[in-house]
């Protein structure tokens, strides 16, 4: 039995009938990365020491008959942007190469209360600033659907480690569709929580009014059960919401009869794949077969969406980057003087993306272009909002494709910004409003995963994970593995 590619919740069943051990599973999946990851490159740090520890500590209190959680014993990885008690944190940047984080992150100390065993932090697009994950100060990730492909971005790690074995879960951040954009890269189940419903502490921010921790699972019920966990409120994170958490996975019913679901004509454009946009209405058919009433709405402000994030999150990303000057942690390179001294750490810190985004930032922010900029960007995203509203008036959730296109070649992008950022054309709407939403497995294109994306209304994850459950029961895409060659 292949340990390392079996679900969370299929793995929790054999850890509490006592048929493996939470070592024995930890050993397969570290024996599994050891084999495969030269190839897929998804880690940063690996951390087998902490992960047996744990997975002993979970053995010890499943042999003393404790009541242990369906998490307990599985193992997971995490997005190098979370921060790691003594365990470096990188965010894949020579700016913070050598930081080891004095606290957790609030997701990581909740998934440690739930038994997890972590396996170490993944490899990701440069302070979550990219889509392909080329941006990575490191080495770039491949897809292990394809080595020659990207595996999307910026938690190009996580999805890829979900979809190779090299980790059962994985939890990543999503600020444009940095979770949902790699999952449907990748083959995996990727979800973006309402923003607040997770707590961003310990994040390393990159722009704080779009960032979102969500899990990246092999199917919809871990996508649930993962989501259990780590949602919440936290009294340290003053945008975390106090509002109680459903059980998410009370409502994989299976059943969507008589659910109303739109279908925005915006996210067909021309230019997308044509053989994507038939696997997404093919399966957008398949939830009609399922009793789900389809019918097409309009999201008017939808090709303003992208102009409008890159003005938003590069001005918070300029703020927020800007602690990064040498003095308080992180690199430090010496000069002349002070000034000096701040210009080299961060000429040498950060990589080329990263100083594009604080340039574009600084300057959407600078005395005389700020209202004709930042402030009509914001403007904007109230409009964009409002279609959402509007929207879900009339339905209880809206299918669109969760990227353009599937995974493209490494390098093929990379020195064409603006046709790299079109890569998250459906996703950012999202971010711009603070919805949820989840992409789920649909179908292939090129031997290529092709994903759907699910939008839902404010705090109603129910609705996305029973919708997204439903789809996933009556077809097998969701099963598939990546060959690898091993």
Known sequence: MELYYLTAHELGDLLQRKEVSAREVAESFLERLETVDVKVRAYLTVTPEKALEQAARVDAARARGENLSPLAGVPMALKDNLCTEGVRTTCASK?????????????VRRLEAEGAVMLGKLNMDEFAMGSSNE????YPVHNPWDLERVPGGSSGGATAAVAAGEACYALGSDTGG??????SFCGVVGMKPTYGRVSRFGLVAF?????????????????ALVLQAIAGHDPYDSTSANLPVPDYRAVLTGEIRGLKIGIPKEYFPEGMEGEVARIVKRAIGRLSDLGAICEEVSLPHTEYALPAYYLVAPAEASSNLARYDGVGFGLRVEGNDIIDMYMRTRSEGFGAEVKRRIMLGTYALSSGYYDAYYLKALKVRTLIRRDFEQAFKRFDVLATPTSPTVAFRLGEKAGDPLAM?????????????????????????QGLPVGLQLIGKPFDEETLLRVAYAFEQNTDYHRRRPELGV
């Open 95 to 107: 700016m913070l190469a050598e930081w080891v984080p004095p606290y957790s992150a609030f997701v």
């Open 135 to 138: 941006n990575s100060r490191f």
């Open 178 to 183: 940095s979770i949902r954009q790699p999952a």
């Open 207 to 223: 722009a704080s009014s779009l960032d979102q921790i969500g899990p990246i699972t092999r199917d919809v019920t871990d996508c």
């Open 421 to 445: 950022y079109l890569s998250d054309l459906f996703t950012i709407p999202v971010n711009m409003a603070g919805l949820p939403a989840i992409s789920i497995p649909c179908g292939f294109s």
